[in-house]
């Protein structure tokens, strides 16, 4: 029992884990700043369904990517979690808590929905991004395997995970909101990018075509774009975007700086990560602190 328990939460991916619930925070962010106050007991439950949905995504993952994982470094947030590969689980067993956690997050939220707690609009984004979870890495479309990984992950967690929080309080998100989380999803595919690039001789040796894969250096000019995205995007937007979220991510441009330089030239993926981390930390604080931070940086 304690082996098993230890191989479901090394699955789980618990470095991973806590980026989906600052995505989350993005769209509470935004629905704060857009139409105060919130409703706590749905943003509550709004999370605790997208971490199951999240989590459930990950054992999925690491039963579809048993052979690549097999292979490659095991960092925290590249290359697995190397549960199934030291033999602390058994892909049945990550199958059968993907199975289970589905289960719970589908029953989980319908009953949100029929009992009022939630609104159907955030039901129908719990289910289009559980469903996108199992499309990611399972067949038989299995997106990551066929240069579609990317811009599949960077969408669910960049941009459905902080629509569950908008939806959770507000119902159907406007396009306002869909513009304000594009920052976001840039900042996503450059975690991604950067996760992928150093499994690519493991990913391409088991026939996995992610775009480091396919493009192999070149994937560099591909990051370098969605980097230059995640910062341009808010003064590109100012319709949508508050100045002060614009300012704000120019507190992480040092470390976008960093990451970009040496993209294809480093093989860790923590760099970009916590560039992701750092432009949604940087989000939130901007539309939680209003126009207040505006003056402080012109004080």
Known sequence: MHRTLLGLWQ?????????????????????????PPLAWEQQAAGLTLTMLANLAAHYA???????????????????GSGAIAAGLASRQLALQAALVVSGLTVVGGLWAVASGLLPPAAGV?????????WAYSMPPLALERRGWGEITNALLGGLFMPLMAYASSRGTPPLT???????????????IIGVHW????????????TLSVILGQRVRWIWWGWIA??????WILPMAIPPTVAWATL???????????????AESAWPGGLLMSGLMLAHIIAYSAGESLLQVVWR
């Open 251 to 265: 507190l992480t441009l040092p470390l976008g700086i960093f990451v970009a330089a040496r993209a294809t030239r």
């Open 61 to 79: 993952d690491e039963y579809a990517d048993a052979d690549t994982d097999a292979l490659a470094c095991h960092t925290g947030i590249s290359g």
């Open 229 to 234: 995205l995640a910062y341009l995007l808010p």
């Open 177 to 191: 909101v869909y513009l304000q989380l594009l920052p976001i999803v840039a900042a996503a595919m450059t975690c």
């Open 11 to 35: 699955m789980s991916r618990p470095l991973i884990l806590p980026s989906g619930a600052l995505a989350y925070f993005v769209g509470t962010a935004i629905a704060a700043h857009n139409q």
């Open 125 to 133: 984004i719990l289910l289009i991004g559980l469903a996108g979870g």
């Open 198 to 209: 150093p499994d690519r001789v493991a990913d391409g040796l088991v026939g996995k075509r």
